[in-house]
């Protein structure tokens, strides 16, 4: 039996015919595949955090000095290495394995003390503390960050004193090329709201007047509290108030106002990844650099690929296709959905995005227009209203003047309207200047409106019927469809705030 074999049975799952050959065969826990460099068993099982395989292999005498092939790491570094989004059970799962390598003499290897503070995001405080004692050290970690930064972030004590007492510079910051560029560790303890280290770190000489690359400084983002503890007078001796957790609803509800607000977004995405939505906190935080790495970039679209179905929430049975938003990444742009699904749950689509359109399919009876007539369609962003070819050929219109006669009130406060009125080749008689007229109440407010007349000639009169009279508020008049002729009485209303295409 080879390790070529057991690495197979492990890759498979097959654990019990595993460890019956390890018994067997006790050198092959320590070697690598035949004309491979890759890990040894022994290696692997630590690499992936498999505390049974682990302990049985370091039972049979695997080798907790040998470093990995491929990345130089050594097994107690290969055990710290866990993704920063590993559950609590899994970092529990490590620190034991940790400790048992300890117990055998492992070798702590140069990059362990910055492995562990990641691991888990903050979740391996006991690892860090284990691994400080055991005489672990480090004082830079990736992405230009210090290990006083990290310590704050994840508030991990231990690593904060250890930091200050092994020389960390406190005043040293983030590289400025990174989401935080330009922060000290005393910006992300403000930011964070963490008053103990806010105070440990004033009093090792952090200075709260240095400026991130967004001008921010540390005193700047403080709270009333805070500020006094940065100004170096003592904290009050009542005890401090208990700690809030960012309420979501108001950081979307700011969100809505300001859809592409950097700052909130960023603060969306911190409360994100610190309550069990990582993947998209990570991508939305990356979206917003504005000089992003290659790596960076690549991490982003593996992110967005992999986990953009699960952004959506309860919405994403609800939509039969989405387009997700640059502008305001980690939303969506726009989402297809039936007219009785966003009937029944308004608030659940609506949560799509601040600025998504949502592209309703065909109504079949004005009774369903009336309902939709009766949401508060105004709190939208934007509507997608189309007519389509039906069975046989025929046209199923209700994008005409009746409809948007039921809808026209209720539309007051949308921002957005595309209409597609037409499917073929018509005189436009069901979509005339009175439906135009029925848009008047939503005029008010709308700030984009689309008009599709693909393969059909809509009369002038109807296109004399769109002016700014109407839609005071317009900045953008896209029309899709029209040949030369008819676009120059458009073009004389609206000027550059016009455009043609089709």
Same mark, same amino acid.
């Given at each position: 039996m080879s390790s070529n074999d057991l690495l197979t049975l492990l890759r498979k799952k097959s654990f019990a015919k595993a460890y019956d050959l390890a018994r067997k065969a006790p050198r092959s826990v320590n070697e690598p595949e035949t004309g491979d460099a890759s890990d040894t068993p022994f290696q692997w099982a630590c690499r992936f955090g498999d505390q049974a395989t682990m302990l049985e292999f370091l039972s049979l005498g695997g080798d907790v000095a040998r470093p990995a092939a491929d990345d130089g790491r050594v097994p107690l570094e290969l055990v710290a290495d866990g993704s920063p989004y590993a559950t609590a059970a899994h970092v529990e799962a490590r620190t034991a394995m940790a400790t048992a390598l300890l117990r055998a003499k492992a070798p702590l290897g140069p990059e362990v003390l910055e492995l562990a503070c990641n691991l888990g995001a903050g979740k391996a405080r006991e690892l860090v503390k284990l691994l400080i004692a055991a005489g672990a050290k480090g004082d830079f970690v990736s992405g230009g960050s210090t290990l006083l930064h990290v310590a704050c972030t994840y508030d991990l004590p231990e690593a904060l004193e250890y930091g200050l007492s092994s020389g960390v510079d406190v005043n040293a910051v983030i590289d400025a090329s990174a989401f935080d560029g330009?922060?000290?560790?005393?910006?992300?303890?403000?930011?964070?709201?963490?008053?103990?280290?806010?105070?440990?770190l004033v009093a090792a000489g952090a200075r709260a007047d240095l400026a991130d690359k967004r001008g921010a400084t540390a005193h700047s983002l403080a709270t009333a509290a805070l500020r006094k503890l940065l100004e170096g007078k003592p904290a009050a001796p009542a005890a401090p108030a208990p700690k809030r957790a960012k309420d979501p609803a108001k950081i979307l509800e700011q969100l809505w106002k300001a859809p592409t607000d950097r700052e909130t977004l960023t603060v969306y995405a911190d409360w994100l990844m610190e309550n069990g939505q990582a993947s998209r906190g990570e991508y939305i935080a990356l979206a917003l650099l504005e000089k992003p790495t290659a790596a960076q970039t690549k991490r982003a679209i593996q992110l967005r690929d992999k986990d953009r179905g699960k952004w959506l929430g309860d919405a994403r049975k609800l939509v039969s296709e989405w387009v997700d938003s640059e502008r305001t990444p980690g939303f969506v742009a726009q989402a297809t959905v039936s007219v009785e699904r966003l009937i029944e749950h308004f608030e659940a689509l609506r949560a799509l995005g601040p600025e998504a359109v949502l592209r309703v399919t065909p109504i079949k009876t004005r009774l369903l227009t009336k309902k939709l007539a009766a949401l508060p369609l105004g709190r939208l962003h934007g509507l997608f209203l189309y007519n389509t070819l039906g069975t046989y050929g025929m046209n199923r219109d209700w994008v005409d003047d009746t409809s948007l006669?039921?809808?026209?009130?209720?539309?007051?406060?949308?921002?957005?309207?595309?209409?597609?009125?037409?499917?073929?080749?018509?005189?436009?008689?069901?979509?005339?200047? @009175? #439906?135009?007229?029925?848009?008047?109440? =939503?005029? !008010?407010?709308?700030?984009? $409106?689309?008009?599709?007349?693909? &393969?059909? +000639?809509?009369?002038?009169?109807?296109?004399?019927?769109?002016?700014?009279?109407?839609?005071?508020?317009? @900045? #953008?008049?896209?029309?899709?469809?029209? =040949?030369? !002729?008819?676009?120059?009485? $458009?073009?004389?209303?609206?000027? &550059?705030? +016009?455009?043609?295409?089709?």
């Open positions: 330009g922060s000290t560790a005393l910006h992300i303890a403000v930011k964070k709201r963490r008053t103990a280290m806010v105070e440990r006669g039921i809808l026209g009130p209720s539309l007051v406060g949308l921002r957005a309207l595309v209409l597609a009125p037409a499917v073929q080749a018509r005189e436009g008689e069901h979509f005339t200047p @009175r #439906a135009i007229e029925a848009l008047r109440p =939503a005029g !008010a407010s709308l700030e984009a $409106l689309t008009l599709d007349f693909t &393969d059909s +000639v809509p009369p002038r009169a109807l296109l004399d019927a769109v002016t700014p009279a109407v839609f005071p508020k317009l @900045r #953008a008049l896209s029309v899709v469809g029209l =040949a030369a !002729a008819q676009r120059k009485g $458009l073009r004389a209303a609206w000027g &550059d705030r +016009v455009t043609f295409s089709g």
